[in-house]
């Protein structure tokens, strides 16, 4: 396993936000984290991102544990996560910010390698490079943040919501992408309320209820869950 | 006034308006990456010309030479103030800007007891330096050597900066940085390495100017206090976190205490910036180019 969560507990104040929660994802998977708001979603990512201090539990991150570095660390080791605010660094232009993604590497002579490949995924950043990334679309606010992460070459990318404000012809672009940066060798672990769509290319889903895990198994087998099929799909 | 009068005022005003932009602009620097002001700068000043004094009572090296390694100095000291002392202070759960303003105060109170205690209170100066006293001609007007050196070094102070800042990834890690300091973890950056080496850069240049001052600058434990309070009114007036307002801000602070002092009686100089303070607080308050 790339990723093995186990027994993940965080609290905000005294508020258990995520409880006991333990996933795994495998390399070159797509997987799926889904359930409604509130069930704590973006706690497991900020968690395992090490933006949040979990209360109990571990993250192991290719055999390692990774629970108590600090976040920068942990984007260091190769697991890159893209917040549901995104975060983007919005004075500094779209060419600063992919600069500074790939800031880890910064004395490599092949540093800016990666910048081919999305180039490739989301052709409009090539002509927005000069543009201060506040004034961006959320579209494309999402596909900068997206490849700023993989300007630090994750081996992991962890997306939250990506889908989140943003007009639907774009929604589409974004799940494209994701399989195609599964394709390159990079597995991903994507939350999202957009149950359908992420099923669709995942190949293992996770559902969340108030914290805990209620639901696990094969993209197909969450998919055909009566409750599932009921709660989330409106079937 | 006649014309030659004017120019040479005006001369004397910009070059000390130059060294009071390379006083504040550290200031400004450490504010606009994490909001918090450095109510110690005056004292890391202080400590910068004791330095420069020191090493040319000492070894005889005088302060032109003197000046990397003061420089050098207080880049450390800024580096420990920060992961010695504001470091912690930024952890406050509670009311954590006012936990700062204090730490940074205890700082400065700590830094002069120190002074006192270990080199007295009394006036010292450098004697004998290789600019000290010495004047120069340009044109008809006649500007004391040690305050041009000062002006020179600025400017070439604020280009370096501005490379630093556009042109490298350590610059780009500050920018960065101050736009969302939560964030640069993402690309695997270090904030608290990012804060440390803004302290050192910020009390480098305040050190830096510090080493131009002792040559033509009495040398006492209180002797950042003035220089701190208008590099408060710099900074205010160039626009808090602003490099550049820092050195436009200096230069007319400096042209306005040089007229102030030809037209008003000594008593009364400083009332010039104090003014031109309270017209900022009132007319902008976020300065002339400030982003707050």
Sequence with gaps: ????????????????????????????????????????????????????????????????????????????????????????????????????????????????????????????????????????????????????????????????????????????????AVTTIRATGVTVLIVEQRLAESLEIADRAYVLQTGRVSLAGTAAEVRDNPEVRRAYLGI | MTTQALLQVLASGLLMGLLYALIAVGLSLIFGLMDVVNFAHGDFLMVAMYAAFGLWFFTGLDPLLAAPLVTGLLFVLGALAYLGVVRFAMRARS?????????????????????????????????????????????????????VYGGVVSVLTFAALYLLMSRTDFGKALEATREDQGAVALVGIDRNRVFALGWGLGAA????????????????????????????????????????????????????????TTILPPALKSIGIYSLYLAVVFLRPRGLFGRL
């Design chain 1, 1 to 176: 396993m790339l990723l093995e969560v186990e027994g993940l507990t965080t609290a905000y104040g005294g508020l258990i936000a995520i409880s006991d929660i333990s996933i795994a994802v495998a390399p070159g998977e797509i997987v799926a984290v889904a359930g409604a708001n509130g069930a704590g979603k973006s706690t497991l990512l900020k968690s395992i991102a090490g933006m949040e201090r979990p209360r109990a539990g571990h993250v192991r991150f290719d055999g390692q544990g990774i629970e108590s570095l600090p976040a920068h660390e942990i984007t260091a080791r190769g697991l890159a996560y893209v917040p549901e605010n995104k975060r983007l660094f919005p004075r500094l232009s779209v060419a600063d910010n992919l600069r500074l993604g790939s800031y880890l590497h910064r004395h490599r002579a092949d540093r800016e390698a990666p910048l081919e490949q999305v180039f490739a995924l989301f052709p409009r950043l090539r002509e927005r490079l000069a543009q201060r990334a506040g004034t961006l679309s959320g579209g494309e606010q999402q596909m900068l943040a997206i490849s700023r992460a993989l300007m630090t070459r994750p081996r992991l990318l962890m997306l939250d919501e990506p889908s989140q404000g943003i007009m639907p012809k774009l929604v589409d672009e974004i799940f494209q």
């Design chain 2, 95 to 147: 009311n954590a800007g006012m936990v700062q303003i204090f730490a940074t105060f205890g700082l400065a109170i700590t830094i002069q007891g120190l002074a006192q205690f270990l080199f007295t209170p009394d006036y010292r100066s450098i004697g004998q330096s290789w600019l000290g006293e010495r004047t120069i001609n340009l044109g008809g007007l006649f500007l004391p050597l040690p305050q």
């Design chain 2, 205 to 260: 240049l305040v050190g830096l100017a510090g080493a131009v001052l002792a040559i033509f600058y009495y040398v006492h434990p209180q002797v950042g206090g003035p220089f701190s309070t208008i590099a408060y009114v710099v900074v205010a007036l160039g626009g808090f976190g602003s490099i550049f307002g820092a050195l436009v801000a200096g230069v007319i602070v400096g042209l306005i205490e040089a007229l102030a």
